[in-house]
């Protein structure tokens, strides 16, 4: 792919799977010239989520595209708070504040993760935790 595509397709960027999510990132500062923020496609199906984490260095949008899933923060260290979610929402995540998103749907939920700045999404490159397939391969999920 082109660097500084006018629109970028999920076919031409590479995949990045776990046991519990299939995800796609589609801007970060080696797509194009954006360099203070970043986009992630997240497929979480239904039981699944991510465990509660932070980004010290970054906020984060979360737009629900489908499904319903819980959403927990923690505004107060120890102190959570949960909401349901639901497609067409958005919820906005400071940066260092705890969080954890859990698919409690019976069909897969699909995010778009925003972070700003950039930076988050590379730390799924190099973790253990993801397997990072090359464009045009096709993604099974780590058993």
Do not use: C
């Given at each position: 792919?082109?660097?500084?595509?006018?629109?970028?397709?999920p076919?031409?960027?590479?995949?990045?799977?776990?046991?519990?999510v299939?995800?796609?990132?589609?801007?970060?500062?080696?797509?194009?010239?954006?360099?203070?923020?970043?986009?992630?496609?997240?497929f979480?199906?239904?039981?699944?989520?991510?465990?509660?984490?932070?980004?010290?260095?970054?906020?984060?949008?979360?737009?629900?595209?489908?499904?319903?899933?819980?959403?927990?923060?923690?505004?107060?260290?120890?102190?959570?708070?949960?909401?349901?979610?639901?497609?067409?929402?958005?919820?906005?995540?400071?940066?260092?504040?705890?969080?954890?998103?859990?698919?409690?749907g019976?069909?897969?939920?699909?995010?778009?993760?925003?972070?700003?700045?950039?930076?988050?999404?590379?730390?799924?490159?190099?973790?253990?935790?993801f397997?990072?397939?090359?464009?045009?391969?096709?993604?099974?999920?780590?058993?």
């Amino acid at each position: 792919m082109s660097k500084n595509p006018v629109a970028v397709t999920p076919a031409d960027v590479d995949t990045l799977i776990a046991s519990y999510v299939t995800a796609k990132i589609l801007a970060e500062p080696s797509i194009s010239d954006v360099k203070n923020m970043s986009a992630v496609s997240i497929f979480f199906d239904p039981g699944q989520g991510h465990a509660r984490h932070r980004h010290t260095d970054a906020e984060q949008l979360i737009f629900m595209v489908a499904g319903v899933a819980e959403m927990m923060m923690e505004f107060e260290e120890g102190q959570p708070r949960t909401q349901t979610i639901r497609a067409g929402d958005l919820v906005s995540i400071p940066k260092g504040v705890y969080h954890s998103t859990f698919n409690v749907g019976w069909e897969p939920v699909r995010i778009l993760a925003v972070y700003s700045p950039a930076g988050p999404e590379a730390g799924m490159r190099v973790s253990d935790e993801f397997t990072v397939l090359p464009a045009g391969e096709i993604a099974a999920r780590r058993t």
